[in-house]
């Protein structure tokens, strides 16, 4: 089983940059592809970012296309998502997921998640 756990979430003002890291736990991470969902307050689980296990094919939702940045290094079981020019419709609570086989733009594709970490952009 793999374990998942966010870090890297909080306030920033809007224009402004943050890293986003998810630390698996696990032997088998390296083979799973893995995504970025977010959730905002009464809005339905969104997709954010998708990359393959080999790291080299990624896909992005058009929202963040050009802003965000998926990547991972599986020397180090961790997925990053950096995020530039960030917007207020950007605040939400972040996910990383994971599955094996490819990756997909539907939550309910994943059966692996982390416990989320909070962005809140600011004016």
């Known amino acids: 089983q793999v374990q998942l756990v966010e870090s890297g979430g909080g306030l920033v003002q809007a224009g402004g940059s943050l890293s986003l890291s998810c630390a698996a736990s696990?032997?088998?991470?390296?083979?799973?592809?893995a995504a970025w969902f977010r959730q905002a307050p009464g809005k339905e689980r969104e997709f954010v970012s998708a990359?393959?296990?080999?790291?080299?094919?990624?896909h992005y939702a058009d929202s963040v296309k050009g802003r965000f940045t998926i990547s991972r290094d599986n020397a180090k079981n961790t997925v990053y998502l950096q995020m530039n020019s960030l917007k207020l419709d950007d605040t939400a609570v972040y996910y990383c997921?994971?599955?094996?086989?490819?990756?997909?733009?539907?939550?309910?594709?994943?059966?692996?998640w982390g416990q989320g970490t909070q962005v809140t952009v600011s004016s």
């Open positions: 997921a994971a599955r094996r086989g490819p990756y997909g733009t539907s939550w309910y594709l994943y059966d692996t």
């Open positions: 990359i393959t296990w080999r790291g080299n094919n990624t």
């Open positions: 696990g032997r088998t991470f390296s083979s799973y592809a």
